[in-house]
């Protein structure tokens, strides 16, 4: 089982920057892929960043939404993975969740991620 613990959303406004954290804890070992999605209000929940850990090593993916604006991360030592979130819009509003999903296969598709954290509201006002 593994366990997964957002913090840092909060209330920002536009041009601001947040640094999301995913505390993972339990069995975090072998290939895996941690990943990033996020819900706005009356919305499906959608792809944001991840990072697959396989066998060349970490690769990394955004959606296009969050290319130069974001940064994934993480700290093997600590099992935390972060989001650094720069240039933060209205539109980038919502539920942020972490999740991790099993393997050396990568997928966007929540619907392939086993755990999930409880996840975090980010609110960006204009």
């Known amino acids: 089982q593994v366990q997964l613990v957002e913090s840092g959303g909060g209330l920002v406004q536009a041009g601001e920057s947040l640094k999301l954290s995913c505390a993972a804890s339990g069995r975090t070992y072998g290939w895996y892929t941690m990943a990033w999605f996020r819900q706005a209000p009356g919305k499906e929940r959608e792809f944001v960043a991840a990072n697959r850990y396989g066998v060349a090593g970490i690769s990394t993916y955004y959606t296009d939404s969050a290319k130069g604006r974001f940064t994934i991360s993480g700290d093997n030592a600590k099992n935390t993975m972060y989001l650094q979130m720069n240039s933060l819009k209205p539109e980038d509003t919502a539920v942020y969740y972490c999740?991790?999903?099993?393997?050396?296969?990568?997928?966007?598709?929540?619907?392939?991620?086993?755990?999930w954290g409880q996840g975090t509201q980010i609110t960006v006002s204009s």
């Open positions: 999740a991790l999903r099993r393997g050396l296969a990568y997928t966007e598709y929540q619907n392939d991620y086993a755990y």
